[in-house]
């Protein structure tokens, strides 16, 4: 079927930048929207970003001038840039990607971003 690999997690100061990566491989036609996701510890799981086969964006919040998400069609692949971290964006990211001709959503495994102070 598909999985989805992310990439780019890690360990960065307060102010600092990651930037996150979301592969997808297996029998995949077209992808609809993508979106990114976190859970903190002993929170729910809570919507970061989503884009559009058409490049629309939408965003929460908190992240709102700080979080840039993208996406390669041709590569199956979702981005995103993570700019001005703070303590609390402190969780792990998962990717979402639609995948139309399966009819249902994947998940990847989730990557962890910690955020230190």
């Known amino acids: 079927q598909v999985q989805l690999v992310e990439s780019g997690g890690g360990l960065v100061q307060a102010g600092g930048s990651l930037r996150l990566s979301c592969v997808a491989s297996?029998?995949?036609?077209?992808?609809?929207?993508m979106g990114w996701y976190r859970q903190a510890p002993g929170k729910q799981r809570e919507l970061v970003a989503t884009i559009t086969t058409t490049a629309f964006t939408t965003y929460a919040d908190f992240v709102k001038g700080r979080f840039t998400v993208s996406r390669d069609n041709a590569k199956n692949t979702v981005y995103l840039q993570m700019n001005g971290l703070k303590p609390e964006d402190t969780a792990v990211y998962y990717c979402f990607q639609y995948v139309a001709n399966w009819g249902t959503g994947y998940w990847g495994q989730g990557t962890q971003v910690t955020v230190s102070s």
């Open positions: 297996g029998t995949i036609f077209r992808v609809n929207h």
